[in-house]
C-alpha cells in the first residue's frame, strides 16, 4: 500500500520570502503525485502534478515542485510568498495504472507573517 | 463552466435527525467520492462511487449512508447514528484515468445543534 508523509504540520514564513512544503511518498509501485492548496472554508484546488517527464513541475501561483524517485519526495516550493498564499497544502499520490484511489497527506497549513 | 457543487454551504442538525448533503457535478465523471475533514486529521474517504447503482465503503462509513442513481448525483446521508457529525464533508470527483486528479466541490459545513 501507498502512503504520503507531510513532515510539517504548520510552516511559518515571513512575507516575500521563500518556502518549501515536505513530502514523502511510500509506494511499491510508480505513482503519479499531486499538490493541492485549500483556502479557508473551500474545497481542494489542484496546484500542480507530477505524471511523467521532468522531474521539475510549475503550477499555478508561482509555485513549483520536484519529483526526486530516489529519495521518494516531492517537495512544493515558492520563491517569494505573498499573503494571499496562506492556506493548508495536501500532498497526494495514486499509483499508475491501478484501479485505486488518491492517498491525501494530513496537509500542512501555511501562515504567512507580515 | 463544469464543476461540482455542493449544497448547502451550511447545515445545521439537531441531534437524532437525518441529514442529507446535495454532490452533483456537470463534468462527465465516472467516479465520485465523498471525504470528511476535522482540524488536523486530513481528509478521511467515507464512501466512493465508481459507477451508476454501485458504492463502496472509505474508511468511515459508519453513520453514514450515500445512493448513486445517476451520473451527476451522489448525495450523502448523514444519520442520527454517526456519534460527531459536527466537521466538513467534501465531494470529489474524477475520470478513469487516475493522473488527472481529484475535481472538489466547495463543501458543506456541518454543525449538530
Redesign the interface.
Known amino acids: 500500500a501507498q502512503s504520503v508523509t507531510q513532515l510539517d504540520?504548520q510552516v511559518p514564513v515571513f512575507e516575500e520570502a521563500p518556502v518549501e512544503l515536505r513530502c514523502n511518498y511510500s509506494s511499491s509501485v510508480s505513482v503519479?503525485l499531486?499538490w493541492?492548496v485549500q483556502y479557508p472554508?473551500?474545497?481542494?484546488?489542484?496546484l500542480l502534478?507530477y505524471?511523467s517527464g521532468s522531474t521539475l513541475v510549475k503550477g499555478i501561483n508561482g509555485f513549483e515542485a520536484e519529483f526526486n524517485k530516489s529519495q521518494t519526495s516531492f517537495h512544493l516550493r515558492k520563491p517569494s510568498v505573498h499573503i494571499s498564499d496562506t492556506a493548508e497544502y495536501?500532498c497526494?499520490v495514486?499509483?499508475?495504472?491501478?484501479?485505486?484511489?488518491?492517498i491525501?497527506?494530513?496537509?500542512t497549513r501555511l501562515h504567512i507573517l507580515p | 463552466d463544469g464543476g461540482?457543487t455542493?449544497s448547502p454551504k451550511y447545515l445545521f442538525r439537531k441531534e437524532g435527525q437525518n441529514v442529507t448533503l446535495s454532490c452533483e457535478q456537470n463534468l462527465n465523471h465516472d467516479a465520485m467520492?465523498w471525504y470528511r475533514q476535522d482540524p488536523?486529521?486530513?481528509?478521511r474517504?467515507i464512501y466512493?462511487s465508481?459507477i451508476v447503482n454501485d458504492f463502496q465503503k472509505g474508511d468511515i462509513a459508519e453513520g453514514y449512508s450515500v445512493s448513486r442513481e445517476k451520473k451527476e448525483s451522489f448525495p450523502l446521508t448523514v444519520t442520527s447514528a454517526q456519534k460527531n457529525p459536527t466537521a466538513?464533508y467534501?465531494c470529489?470527483s474524477?475520470q478513469q484515468f487516475?493522473?488527472e486528479?481529484?475535481?472538489?466541490?466547495?463543501?458543506t459545513?456541518l454543525t449538530v445543534v
Not at chain 1, 41 to 46: D, F, R, V
Not at chain 2, 101 to 107: A, Q
Request: glycine share 18%.
Open positions: 504540520s503519479y499531486f493541492y472554508n473551500q474545497g481542494l484546488q489542484l502534478k505524471l495536501f497526494a495514486i499509483r499508475m495504472n491501478r484501479d485505486d484511489k488518491i491525501f497527506g494530513k496537509g | 461540482i455542493q467520492y488536523g486529521q486530513g481528509l474517504l466512493y465508481q466538513f467534501l470529489a474524477s487516475p493522473g486528479g481529484y475535481t472538489f466541490g466547495s463543501g459545513r
